[in-house]
């Protein structure tokens, strides 16, 4: 039985610190919350935005005769009520004297991994760091489901809460850096090898956080569910402690990048502003940065853009832009090697020559001779 003084007081349901988590639970989840005293009066009945997909409210008398039931065999917990169609999540606020109240979310699809996923979230928000315990509904009959301790360690709430924001607003770079300081850290030391179905189960519901941050920043609900179930799918294939890291790092970048995409990016028009740049500053030093500025984009994400669209890195477009340049000058002008790579933004001929040998395979001295005449 969990220990739930932290949500009672003097002797009542504390509604204050209940609504102030069932607001983050239901913001972060994407799903209906609603919460009942102790005789099921309603108290508080929160709506996500955008709104579920299906907000169908669950049989009352039979919900509350489950409650009544799990009450009686276990104290308190979450416990999973499932109906012909979708499930729910209940949390009860009880011990083995008092019943105080209780808080349902869902409706949810009757899916494992994201039914674990929820499961974490509410248990971290509500219940950590004490381990609970989950009791399933299944054709009128309660059966024990596995148990899922939480880490006693700390964990980086406020971290999360600014990778989150990094996230809605589009700054891959910062929410990346925030996740390989503080998050990272967390899941590669603070679960054993043999607790990766936790350390899983955790990482799903985080990245659950980052699909509704992407949302908040004006992600498409389906594009941001999409890459959620690409993420839950990885996390389930992963084989160690150390992958988990990386596939929420992906994850990161994908989710602030398609904020990016739906409010302010159009793939075409950025490549042909930064090849505009490119061209017109030929015989100046061209530093990615100021490129990423000009487009209005951060550094990572524009490099990351742009190799993904042109399928080079920029530092090798600029060189063959430059080559390209380059070829056009020593064919119809008499200027010198020196010249030609002063005029197409090199200042030291012999690394020129390098740089044009390696587009052509020959010297500019050779390309010269061979198209003159």
Wanted: charged share 20%; with cysteine; net charge negative.
């Amino acid at each position: 039985m969990h220990s739930i003084t932290h949500l009672i007081t003097n002797g009542f349901l504390d509604l204050d610190t209940v609504e102030g988590l069932a607001h983050i639970a239901s913001y972060a989840l994407g799903l209906p919350i609603r919460v009942y005293g102790s005789h099921h009066e309603p108290l508080l009945h929160l709506s996500p935005d955008p709104p579920a997909a299906f907000e169908e409210e669950p049989a009352a008398e039979e919900l509350f005769h489950f409650m009544e039931e799990a009450w009686r065999r276990e104290g308190n917990g979450i416990f999973t009520y499932r109906t012909q169609g979708p499930a729910y999540l209940l949390l009860l606020f009880s011990n083995a004297q008092t019943f105080w109240g209780s808080l349902v979310l869902g409706p949810f699809p009757q899916d494992k991994q994201r039914h674990l996923a929820l499961y974490r979230l509410l248990e971290r928000l509500f219940l950590a760091p004490w381990i609970s315990k989950t009791v399933e509904r299944h054709e009128h009959a309660l059966h024990d489901l596995p148990t899922f301790p939480l880490s006693p360690a700390p964990y980086p709430y406020e971290s999360e809460r600014l990778i989150l924001t990094k996230i809605s607003t589009g700054d891959t770079d910062r929410a990346l850096h925030l996740f390989q300081e503080h998050l990272r850290p967390y899941f590669l030391t603070q679960f054993l090898p043999e607790q990766l179905g936790k350390a899983r189960s955790q990482a799903c519901a985080v990245c659950s956080l980052f699909s509704r941050a992407a949302m908040e920043g004006g992600l498409e609900p389906e594009a941001a569910y999409l890459l959620e179930d690409h993420c839950f799918t990885q996390l389930e294939e992963a084989s160690t402690l150390e992958d988990l890291p990386p596939i929420l790092s992906k994850s990161i970048a994908r989710f602030s990048g398609g904020v990016f995409m739906a409010t302010s990016v159009n793939h075409v028009s950025v490549i042909k502003k930064a090849s505009r740049y490119v061209h017109s500053h030929l015989s100046e030093t061209i530093r990615l940065e100021d490129v990423a500025e000009h487009v209005e984009l951060s550094s990572n994400y524009f490099s990351s853009l742009f190799k993904r669209e042109m399928h080079m890195a920029f530092a090798d477009y600029v060189n063959l832009i430059r080559v390209k340049e380059s070829k056009y000058l020593l064919q119809r002008t008499n200027a010198t090697i020196l010249e030609v790579a002063l005029a197409v933004g090199y200042s030291n001929q012999n690394y020129f020559t390098t740089i044009f040998k390696k587009f052509t395979g020959i010297t500019p001295k050779q390309y010269r001779m061979r198209t003159s005449g």
